[in-house]
C-alpha cells in the first residue's frame, strides 16, 4: 500500500484537537483531513499525526501519515485535498510518497514548538487567538536564565498533565529559550517528545518568574518536587504552536 506524508499548518482555535474524539465533541483536525481524502479518492483512511495538538493549539509544522490502496500523485493529495478541506483553517502544505517504514510519529528524533506571551496593558486584536495576553510586563531575562534549569533529563511529573499517557514522567528537555521582541517573549522549546501539557505548564510556571513571584530557585524546586500540585497556572493553548518535527 503506497504510504504518504503531509506537511500540515492550521489554526486550532475551532478545533477540539489534533486528534479524531470517540465520542464526537466538535471538529477535529485529524477527522477533517481524513474526510477530505475520503471525498476525492473514496478511500477511508487513519490519519497519524507527530503531535497530538489540544484544543486550541496551532501548528505550521504538524506532520503525518496514512496509505491508500491506489496510488495517487502528492500534488493532487494536496490541491484535492485543501478544496475539500475549505472553509476550515487547516491546510495542507505539501504531500510526499515514503516508504512503508516511515511513522510520522514514531520516526520523529525532535519536535520543536515555540509559545509567544503578549505583555503589553492593551490586549492584542489581529493576533488575540494566537497568544498569550498577560497585561504586566515580565522580566524575559529571569525567565530564560530560570529556564535554563529545567533542561536535560528530570521527571517532569510537576509539568504533565493529570490526564497524560504518556508511561513515564522521565523527559529529556534539549532546549527552552525565551526572547524578547517588543511587546512579545518568545518561548523556543524542543524535546525528542513531551508530556501531555509539558510546555504550556512550564511556561505557566515561568510567567510567576517573570512577573517576580517565584525565583529561579522556587521553579527548581517545583521540578524536583515532582508533584503537579507543585506547578503554577498552565497556560493557555492559543499561543502555543508546533512549528517542526525532525526526522
Known amino acids: 500500500m503506497p504510504r504518504y506524508k503531509i506537511h500540515v499548518e492550521y489554526d486550532g482555535t475551532p478545533f477540539v484537537g489534533w486528534q479524531r474524539q470517540a465520542d464526537w465533541a466538535g471538529e477535529s483536525v485529524q477527522g477533517l483531513i481524513e474526510t477530505a481524502i475520503l471525498m476525492f479518492t473514496g478511500e477511508r483512511v487513519t490519519l497519524k499525526g507527530a503531535g497530538r495538538t489540544d484544543a486550541g493549539v496551532h501548528a505550521t509544522g504538524q506532520v503525518a501519515h496514512f496509505d491508500l490502496e491506489t496510488p495517487v500523485r502528492p500534488g493532487t493529495i494536496r490541491d484535492a485535498g485543501n478544496v475539500h478541506l475549505r472553509p476550515w483553517p487547516v491546510t495542507i502544505v505539501d504531500a510526499e510518497a515514503v516508504d512503508d517504514g516511515f511513522d510520522a510519529r514514531f520516526s520523529a528524533r525532535r519536535r520543536h514548538y515555540v509559545y509567544r506571551i503578549f505583555d503589553r496593558r492593551s490586549p492584542p486584536t489581529l493576533e488575540r487567538h494566537l497568544v498569550w495576553h498577560v497585561p504586566k510586563r515580565l522580566d524575559a531575562e529571569a525567565m530564560h536564565a530560570a529556564a535554563q534549569r529545567l533542561l536535560g533529563h528530570h521527571d517532569f511529573t510537576t509539568f504533565r498533565s493529570t490526564h497524560c499517557q504518556s ?16 511587546d512579545e517573549v518568545r518561548v523556543e522549546t524542543s524535546a525528542r517528545s513531551f508530556l501531555h501539557n509539558q510546555v504550556r505548564s512550564m511556561v505557566g510556571s515561568l510567567r510567576k518568574v517573570g512577573d517576580g513571584s517565584w525565583t529561579s530557585d522556587q521553579l527548581f524546586a517545583a521540578l524536583k518536587a515532582a508533584d503537579r500540585t507543585a506547578c503554577g497556572p498552565v497556560a493557555p493553548p492559543g499561543g502555543l504552536c508546533l512549528v517542526r518535527v525532525d526526522y
Open 167 to 182: 508511561a513515564s514522567p522521565m523527559k529529556t528537555l534539549d532546549q527552552l529559550d525565551l526572547r524578547r521582541t517588543g
